[in-house]
Each structure stands twice: as structure tokens, then as C-alpha cells.
């Protein structure tokens, strides 16, 4: 298992940067520690158990104290609200209205308000008994005793119940008992008066509204007899439909006289265009009345005849004869004056046929008119009956409605003389008059002592967690995630928090592998030879913010680590001012980096074989003033050169950047720089400025290494210590146990 969070490097091959869940919603914001309760409550619980137990002992001095010199009594009263009186004949609860919860809720609140207001408030001061307590004494004007009074009294409706308290506190019970019952008389006097006097006004209103009906009903019977007495009733409703009737016949007959006048009116206006364009058309039917004419028979009659005497003539004296001739001159002048006599008839009937459709067209026009005349007199006579009995029976209507409103108002005049008589007509009622108080209100012990308590314990619980949202020191991997840029190479645990024993962190990784630390070292291990693999890089700097951060011994573990991972690793210390490695190493005076730099010494001669296979170490020799000065010189600069032709990788353990300037010499020569923050003992300030100088310096930094982390900085790294050493154990670790919600 993981001693810290791992990281994935996302598509773009880029490793995005760690961040504790807890710091990632202040990342972006104001820049305050990340707090767990926890962990404040383990490092903090002898000061707030102190203040537990101060805050106890305080409130129960205060409430003793209090009860001599500053004592307040309260009494209370109560009212019973109820809903309004729905009929007052009927015995018992149920002549009460159900009224909604929403409704009592409101009548509640507006009586609360009612009886704080200065129209209950300035009667109250005015009593007697009011007057003669020596509360009423202290105070010299009447406005002055009323917002007094406000203050001292307090008027609540109660929830889930139809009641309102009443109460009021004062230093003396006495006068707490007198005012309190003076408030809840005068407020139960006034809604008396109240009630009354709105009966008094609804009652003058409803009988002012009784007459004006009784006056309505009389006129209207008065209109009845005038539209239609009783006996004509009948009558008048069959004269109307035997109207309807007539109505229907004559609109009937006016259809069918339209329909006619049309016909004729359409044969007549054709006749007269044909006259116009002298294009008469004649019918057979025409012709056929011709035959009817006698001049027409008669000439008919003599061509006969002469056709009879050609015919005897064609026999006789052939067809030139003179005889014949005349005979055929007399049939051609008999057929001529058929015709003349066939076109006047016509002429003639065709002149009638116009005269007649004329007088027709004229005839049913006057006759249309005629019934148009007669169908308005019946409208008249119809409309006039109608209107008759409209209003007949509309002031029936009304006069029915008028007599049942009568009766309501009657029946509602009833119940307001008998609400009068009815005590249940008051909807609020005194359930409890106040009573003389047995013990102050005020300080009570078992409310002074938990408020006391609270206040205490909330007043060292807010400096403690303001102290700790405003520590700027870097404890845990979410106050790493404060800082700008910052990334998360890995967190290496103190060496108590190992469950394996406590032991030395210097050699862990070779001398305890099966560790926590060791593992921690190895999750290190990782992240560094990804992210240098990936950019092609050899040397790495290590270095720390201030003295004491344990970059020696992160170093030598990792340097470890990578030797033990197939690979072959030089570790150079640089650190001038306190070198480590040496000691660590367990390795006797010798050359080192000083003389290698200084007199000439060559590379075979200072690096030094450990007892891990593949690691090598340069420790610091015989450091001095020269050899520092020529950390920028070419033979620093050969000397990596040279190095990274034959090691994997190279680390070099540097100085302090906070109090020696060696470091950002360094950095500006190695590939990578990696930062290694010590919890507890830096700041976020400190770190962020060391990491703007690297970035002014143009060094690569890869990441943070945080070391010395405690597991009470939250429970995420204590339960996965424990994890991880059952695991290494050959144990299943047992996953933590939630609370089951009841």
C-alpha cells in the first residue's frame, strides 16, 4: 500500500500536479491552511477541557452571583384561541367552525401583535394597580414607562396548540403577577368591546339591508299586478304563442310570394331585353296557339280550297292554262296574308304575355309588401306580449330571490342576538390567569452553566482553529497544495510513525527494506525516475529550504533505491557548510570534492565504492573556501560531464538555499532540481520564494518531497501505515468500519 497519494500522469505525458482533496477547494482562493478537526481536537483536548470545565465553574458563579444582585421573575398567563361561532343553536364544540391550521395560525399572530400595540398598552399603564408598583414608580414620563413596558413583556403564540403566553418579567414577582394579569384584562376587555361594537355596527347594517328588501319586495309585488294580474296570466301566454303561430304562417307565405315574384321578375326582365334587341323567340307552343286564332282558320280554310280548284284545273286545262295561273296567283296571295295575320298574332299574344307578367310582377310586389306590413304588426303585437312576460316572470325571479335574502338576513339578525347572549362567541378566552412566581427566570443554573460552557469552550475553539487556518507552516500534503506550482513528488512519514519500530532514517531502504519508510522511499524512487526519464535527464540536485530538513538522509535513500533498481548511481555531496554523507556512509577522512576541485585530485580517486551494488559516492573531502568558489567553474562542469558518461544518474546533495547561496550555483549547472521541505518547521512563504529564486535561475524543478509528515495531521495517513504493515505482514487489512445510520 501507498504511504502517500499516488499520482497518474494524464494523455499529455505531463504529471499533473498532486492535491490533497482537502486543500482543493481553497487552491483557488484565499490562501488559509486546511484544518482538521481531528487532529485539533488530539493536540488541543487539555485546553479545551480546561475551558469545558472553566466555562462550568464560571456560568455556575455567574448564575449565584446574578441570583443576589440582578434576579428577573416572570409570569405568565394564558389565552385559548378558538374558532369562530358557526351556529349558535347547536350545544357544545360543534357549533364552533373547523377552522384551517394556516387560518388559527394567522388569527394567532394578529392577537400576539394586538396586544403589544399602544391601544392595549396605554390603558394598561393608566390601572390603578399598575400605577401603584414601584415598577411604574421608576419611571418619570409615560412614554418613557411604555417602551419600558414593551420590552418587559413578551406575547407568543404556542406551536401545535390554539393558545397564546403571555408574560411578564420584571425584578420583583409581585409585580410581574399584577402586570401580567393588568395586560391580559385590559386586552380581554377591549376585544369585548370590540365585539360589541362590530355586532352593533353588523347588526344596524343587516337591518338597514332587511328593510331596503321588505321595500323591494312590496314595489315589486306592486309591479306585477300593474304588468299582469293572476287571471290574465293564461291568457296572455296562449295570446302569444297563437302570435307565434300567425308569425310562422305569414313569414311562410312572404317566402313563397319572394319565390314567385323572382320567377316573374327573371321571364319579364327577358322579355324586355328581347324586345330591345327585336329577337323575339317563339315556342311551339307559340305556334300552336296560332291555330286557335278564326282569321288564321279562315284564310287556312280558302287556300284549301283553291288548292282543291288547282288541282281540278291541273286536270282540265293543264298547268298553262289561264285559269290554272289565276288559281296559283290567288293560293300565293292567300299564303302572304297568313303570314301577315300569323306575325300580328303573334305579335299580339306576345304583347299580352308581356302586359300579363307586368301586372303579375306588380301584382306580387303590392302583395309582398302587403305581408310585410301585416308581419310587422304582429312583431309589434308579439314583441309587446313578450316583453309583457319577460318582465313577469324577471320580477317574479327577483322577487323570490328578494324574499329568500330576506329570509337570511332575518335568520342572520337572530344569531347576532343570540351571540350576544352566547359566551362561546369570544373567540379568545382566559385559560390561566398569571400566577405568582416560585423561582427567578433569570440566572437559571441550568441555563447559565451550558450557555457559559458553550460560550467558553466556543471562544478557545475559535482562537485554536483561527491559529491553525492562519499557521503558514507546511504540516501536510493539502498545505503543499497551497503553494503556486507546487508539485507533489511524495511524503516521507517520521520514523516513529513507522508501525514496524522506531529506527534510523538515514539507511532505511538498505538497512530496513521491509519498512514503511523504505517503501515511502520507493514510491520516491519512482516518481523521480519517470519524470527524469521522461525529459532525458542524468543529474539531480537535492536540496532543502532551511537546515535540519533531512536531505542527506532523503539522498542516500534514494540514491540507494536506485542502485538497488539495477542502475548505476554516483551521489556527490556538495554541501560545503555541514556535509552528511560521509558520516552516513560510515566512510574516514580522505579527497573528496573539495580536493577534486582544488588540487588537481582525479575522479578515480574520490569516488568511493558503499556496500550497495551499483552505488557510488563523492563525499565532501576537506571542504574549504577555494573549493566553493569553483563550484562555477569548468571543472564542476567536467566532472558531471564525465560522470554522466559512466552513471545512470547522479544526485547531488546540496546546501541549505535559505542560508547559503551554494545551491542556486548548482542549480543552474544540474538538469533537475528536486525540493525537500521539511513539515512543521517550514513555511509556505519560505518554500514559495525558494521555488520563485529556482525559477528565476532557470532551473528544472521537478517537485516537493515532504518529509517528517505526522499521520495526526489526518487520519487518511495513520490508517494507511497500519494497511501497509498488515499487508507486509501477510494479513488482509480489515477496511475501516462506518457508523451504520439509525
Known amino acids: ?36 478537526p481531528i487532529r485539533i481536537l488530539k493536540q488541543y483536548k487539555i485546553i479545551l477541557i480546561a475551558a469545558l470545565v472553566a ?69 394598561v399603564l393608566q390601572r390603578k394597580d399598575v400605577k401603584n408598583t414601584t415598577w411604574a414608580a421608576q ?33 420583583s414577582p409581585q409585580e410581574a403577577t399584577v402586570l401580567c394579569n393588568a395586560l391580559v384584562d385590559q386586552y380581554l376587555t377591549t376585544i369585548e368591546r370590540i365585539n360589541r361594537d362590530q355586532e352593533s355596527r353588523v347588526g344596524s347594517i343587516f337591518t338597514t339591508r332587511r328593510n331596503e328588501l321588505q321595500a323591494d319586495i312590496d314595489r315589486r309585488k306592486l309591479l306585477a299586478k300593474e304588468l299582469m294580474t293572476p287571471s290574465e296570466e293564461g291568457s296572455v301566454k296562449q295570446r302569444l304563442e297563437e302570435l307565434s303561430a300567425v308569425m310562422a304562417g305569414l313569414l311562410r307565405e312572404r317566402e313563397e310570394v319572394t319565390q314567385e315574384l323572382q320567377a316573374a321578375k327573371f321571364a319579364y326582365d327577358a322579355m324586355v ?26 284564310t287556312d280554310m280558302r287556300i284549301r280550297l ?143 452553566v451550558p450557555l457559559v460552557t458553550f460560550l467558553s469552550l466556543a471562544l478557545v475553539g475559535g482562537i485554536v482553529f483561527l491559529r491553525e487556518l492562519l499557521d503558514q507552516r507546511i504540516k501536510s500534503p ?39 519508510i523504505a517503501e515511502t522511499f520507493r514510491q520516491l524512487r519512482t516518481e523521480v525516475v519517470n ?42 555531496d556538495a554541501n560545503f557548510r555541514q556535509p552528511g554523507l560521509q558520516r552516513i556512509f560510515g566512510f574516514e577522512g580522505g579527497p573528496g570534492l573539495s580536493e577534486l576541485l582544488t588540487n588537481g585530485v582525479t575522479s578515480e580517486q574520490v569516488v568511493r565504492p558503499t556496500e550497495v551494488s551499483g552505488l557510488d559516492v563523492i563525499t565532501i573531502g576537506q571542504a574549504g573556501n577555494a573549493a566553493l568558489e569553483r563550484l562555477e567553474s569548468l571543472a564542476f562542469s567536467n566532472l558531471l560531464a564525465e560522470m554522466a558518461q559512466r552513471y545512470d544518474m547522479i544526485l547531488i546533495d546540496a546546501a541549505p538555499m535559505s542560508v547559503v547561496g551554494d545551491s542556486l550555483l548548482l542549480a543552474g549547472r544540474v538538469d533537475a532540481v528536486m525540493l525537500v521541505v521539511r513539515a512543521i518547521n517550514e513555511k509556505r512563504g519560505v518554500v514559495s520564494r525558494i521555488m520563485r529564486q529556482l525559477e528565476k535561475a532557470r532551473a528544472e524543478l521537478i517537485g516537493l518531497v515532504l518529509n517528517g509528515v505526522r499521520s495526526s495531521a489526518g487520519g487518511y495517513f495513520k490508517r494507511n501505515y497500519r494497511v501497509y504493515y498488515e499487508y507486509q505482514k501477510g494479513r488482509t487489512p480489515m477496511p475501516p468500519r462506518k457508523k451504520m445510520k439509525t
Not at 347547536?90 to 395560525?105: F, H, K, P, Y
Not at 317563339?282 to 282558320?297: E, F, G, H
Open 55 to 123: 466555562g462550568a465553574l464560571l456560568g455556575g458563579g455567574l448564575t449565584v452571583v446574578l441570583s443576589y444582585t440582578s434576579p428577573r421573575f416572570t409570569s405568565p398567563a394564558l389565552l385559548e384561541v378558538k374558532g369562530p361561532l358557526a351556529n349558535p343553536m347547536m350545544v357544545g364544540s360543534g357549533a364552533l367552525t373547523t377552522t384551517r391550521r394556516d387560518d388559527l395560525d394567522t388569527f394567532k399572530a394578529t392577537q400576539a401583535f394586538f396586544m403589544t400595540s399602544p391601544e392595549i398598552l396605554r390603558p
Open 139 to 171: 419611571y418619570e414620563t409615560p412614554e418613557e414607562r411604555l417602551k419600558e413596558f414593551e420590552d418587559i413583556i413578551s406575547v407568543s403564540p404556542l406551536r401545535e396548540a390554539a393558545m397564546i403566553r403571555v408574560s411578564v418579567t420584571t425584578g
Open 478 to 516: 493539502s498545505c503543499v497544495g497551497l503553494l503556486p506550482r507546487a508539485d507533489l513528488l511524495g511524503v516521507i512519514p517520521r520514523s516513529d510513525e513507522d508501525p514496524s519500530g522506531d529506527h534510523p532514517i538515514e539507511r532505511s531502504v538498505v538497512s530496513r527494506p521491509d519498512s514503511l
Open 1 to 36: 500500500m501507498s504511504g502517500f497519494p499516488q499520482q497518474t500522469p494524464d494523455p499529455t505525458g505531463q504529471m499533473p500536479q498532486w492535491q490533497d482533496p482537502a486543500a482543493a477547494a481553497g487552491a483557488g482562493g484565499l490562501r488559509f491552511t486546511p484544518v482538521d
Open 306 to 448: 283553291l288548292q282543291e280548284d288547282l288541282k281540278v284545273s291541273l286536270e282540265r286545262f293543264g298547268p298553262n292554262h289561264r285559269s290554272v295561273r289565276e288559281v296559283e296567283r290567288r293560293i300565293t296571295a292567300a299564303q302572304l296574308l297568313r303570314e301577315q295575320q300569323v306575325e300580328e298574332f303573334l305579335r299580339q299574344f306576345k304583347e299580352a304575355q308581356f302586359n300579363e307578367l307586368s301586372n303579375a310582377v306588380n301584382s306580387m310586389s303590392a302583395q309582398i309588401v302587403d305581408i310585410q306590413r301585416r308581419i310587422e304588426e304582429v312583431r309589434t303585437r308579439h314583441l309587446d306580449f313578450a316583453r309583457r312576460v319577460q318582465e313577469f316572470d324577471t320580477n317574479q325571479e327577483e322577487l323570490k330571490e328578494r324574499r329568500e335574502e330576506l329570509a337570511r338576513y332575518k335568520d342572520l339578525l337572530d344569531s347576532i342576538a343570540v351571540i350576544r347572549q352566547d359566551p362561546r362567541a369570544n373567540r379568545v378566552e382566559l385559560r390561566s390567569r398569571a400566577e405568582f412566581p416560585l423561582e427567578p427566570s433569570f440566572p437559571r443554573l441550568r441555563v447559565m
Open 273 to 298: 331585353l328581347a324586345k330591345e334587341d327585336q329577337s323575339i323567340d317563339y315556342s311551339p307552343s307559340d305556334y300552336q296557339m296560332v291555330n286557335t286564332d278564326p282569321a288564321v282558320r279562315q
Open 531 to 572: 519524470r527524469m526519464n521522461r525529459r532525458g535527464f542524468k543529474t539531480l540536485m537535492l536540496v532543502g529550504s532551511q537546515p535540519g530538513g533531512g536531505v542527506s538522509s532523503i539522498a542516500a535513500n534514494l540514491a540507494a533505491g536506485l542502485a538497488m533498481n539495477d542502475r548505476r548511481i554516483l551521489l556527490i
